[in-house]
């Protein structure tokens, strides 16, 4: 037998024939508010968007966590020093950007947050030897 809900009919059977979808059966009842199943729907619905904006493949970083950079641009201060990629993710300071957060063992800078551009543009990788403590 079919619930009547108003003046529509609630089709349930193919609801009740998934034991995936068992939980939704809290939700969707005789008694169940039509406007809270809606609301339901539609953030199962987006929960897979927000899942795969997260795991952007277009925003994955060149280097990794602990590993050591080079900085190869003559043009710049930081020229032929070495940093440790320290973080890589976004910053609020920066409008939810991504940015590389390095440290420079051997070297005193005021600025350790850069942009990807930047970093992987003006660097490369380079022995951990070199990142240590001298």
Partial sequence: MEPIAGDEVLFLRHIYASKALQPLLALVSCEADEEQYMRFSIYMMLLPSIFIASCDPFNSPKYAVDQCIRMINPD?????????????GTSLRYDNKHTYRLDFPNHRTETTIFRPDF?????V??????????
């Fill in 119 to 123: 970093i992987e543009r003006n660097s």
């Fill in 125 to 134: 990788l380079a022995d951990r030897k070199y990142c240590l403590l001298e």
């Fill in 76 to 88: 710049d201060s930081l020229y032929d020093k070495y940093a440790i990629v320290v973080d890589y």
